[in-house]
């Protein structure tokens, strides 16, 4: 039974893309260790390992597991290791999620599998709440001087699905697909209310970026084109797969 949202997500989007009876799995930011609880009930045979950074609350005492600061250390492991990298509401407390993924990038193996989750900032309600405040949804103002980044609560690092799905096509993953955890009640709602605004705004958004700034071709319009698709309007948490 499944009673994290996106961990379900997760598990879904794995048992849809991996082809892999007895996966080598990493879990990066593994936290109680939940995930790959749940993750190993689909699959017994799974070899995983983990690593975060207050290593305390990992509960899988069959698992190893090493503590590790992704802001300062690479991840320790050789290339090409894990047939799974999962990486879960992690990327948004890191201070350069970009060399993280190049740090996934190297411990997968050839045609290995990367699940990535992280806050949607674009969805209807984090739209407004910018428009009103400047910050978007689950990144509000932080104390100043707080070291403990990894807390829940110290989201530092707010990233749009492009920007996310840019990195990865920088760092040569192919076949990127995007899923979400949920549909918020709260931004469908607002996605009625402001539908003419929106359809209007990104009409006029399209053309100037691919007339006068000339920003758009064929090979970044199909990941710009997801920021008015309804995973990303209304989804909560982005789900974004990719393979090596």
């Not at 600061?69 to 992690?90: I, K, R």
């Not at 707010?158 to 920088?170: K, S």
């Amino acid at each position: 039974m499944c009673n994290d949202a996106i961990y379900c997500s997760v598990e879904r989007v794995v048992k849809q893309r991996l082809k892999h009876d007895a996966p080598r799995c990493l879990d990066i930011g593994a936290g109680s260790g939940d995930l790959l609880a749940l993750l190993r009930q689909s699959w017994p045979n799974m070899q995983a390992e983990a690593c975060d950074y207050h290593i305390e609350r990992f509960a899988l005492k069959d698992v190893p597991i090493t503590q590790l600061d992704l802001n300062t250390h690479p991840l320790p492991y050789p290339d090409a290791s894990f047939d799974l990298v999962t990486c879960s509401e992690v990327l948004e407390h890191v201070e350069n999620y970009r060399a993280v993924l190049r740090e996934i990038r190297r411990v997968l193996k050839p045609g290995g599998l990367m699940v990535v989750t992280t806050p949607n900032v674009l969805n209807m309600k984090s739209r407004l709440r910018y428009l009103v405040c400047g910050f978007t949804n689950l990144f509000g103002p932080l104390p100043v001087k707080n070291q403990d980044r990894f807390h829940t609560g110290g989201h530092i690092t707010p990233i749009p699905y492009f920007y996310l799905a840019h990195a990865m096509l920088d760092y040569d993953f192919r076949d990127l697909q995007l899923d979400t955890d949920k549909l918020q009640s709260s931004s469908r709602l607002l996605g009625i209310l402001f539908a003419p605004l929106v359809s209007f705004g990104w009409g006029q958004f399209l053309r100037l970026e691919r007339n006068r700034y000339r920003t758009l071709g064929k090979e970044n319009e199909p990941y710009v084109a997801q920021h008015n698709s309804q995973i990303i309007r209304l989804g909560r948490t982005i789900v974004v797969s990719a393979v090596k």
